[in-house]
T-cell receptor, first 114, second 109 residues
């Protein structure tokens, strides 16, 4: 199957700082990338949908000014958690999809905000 | 996207077939049934998907009922490494995925 990578795999930061997470499709071009968040013992929750070259579409309740998404190329999307606080600590997962294909997920990034 | 319902947990003996059910009674005609699994602390792994016909690949088989209101994922010979949370999703190929709570499968030695 197609390979999606994320970097970093885990990050610890101080409250108030910003954190950038990268999502790359390694062997295919991703016209659409998705960002999910998963809290312990819960399911994945879709945060936003990102189409290459367009502004991201955010799910209800997700603050677009706090979770900045950039999808500037067909192989890279970034999620920046701005002014992170302890409640933003979570497992962030991206997925990527080419036109008409299924979604392939990255390995996830664990964020801990102190 | 259609809502899916799965049992919260299941056990399966190692070497036996694991049959994981999913109800999607409100599925529309152009929505596929996708199956993913998530091993602890990893991203979901794609398993299989189908529209109407039964599908089989190297990982599993997918049986979709004729009315498409339910489906079953079959892992033919479960191993300990198949212990994971299995998610069934009904969605258009172009649409977002909304995950339910899935089925936590435990393969017992």
């Amino acid at each position: 199957g197609a390979v999606v990578s994320q970097h970093p795999s885990w990050v610890i930061c101080k409250s108030g700082t910003s954190v950038k997470i990268e999502c790359r499709s390694l062997d295919f071009q991703a016209t659409t990338m998705f960002w999910y968040r998963q809290f312990p013992k819960q399911s994945l929750m879709l945060m936003a949908t990102s189409n290459e070259g367009s502004k991201a579409t955010y799910e209800q309740g997700v603050e677009k000014d706090k979770f900045l998404i950039n999808h500037a190329s067909l192989t890279l999307s970034t999620l920046t958690v701005t002014s992170a606080h302890p409640e933003d600590s979570s497992f962030y997962i991206c997925s990527a999809r080419n036109l008409g294909e299924t979604q392939y997920f990255g390995p996830g990034t664990r964020l801990l905000v102190l | 996207d259609a809502k899916t319902t799965q049992p919260p947990s299941m056990d399966c003996a190692e070497g036996r077939a694991a049959n994981l059910p999913c109800n999607h009674s409100t599925i529309s005609g152009n929505e596929y049934v996708y199956w993913y699994r998530q091993i602890h602390s990893q991203g979901p792994q794609y398993i299989i998907h189908g529209l109407k016909n039964n599908e089989t690949n190297e990982m599993a088989s997918l049986i979709i009922t004729e009315d498409r209101k339910s489906s079953t994922l079959i892992l033919p010979h479960a191993t300990l490494r198949d212990t994971a949370v299995y998610y069934c999703i009904a969605a258009n190929t172009g649409n977002q995925f909304y995950f339910g709570t899935g089925t936590s499968l435990t393969v017992i030695p």
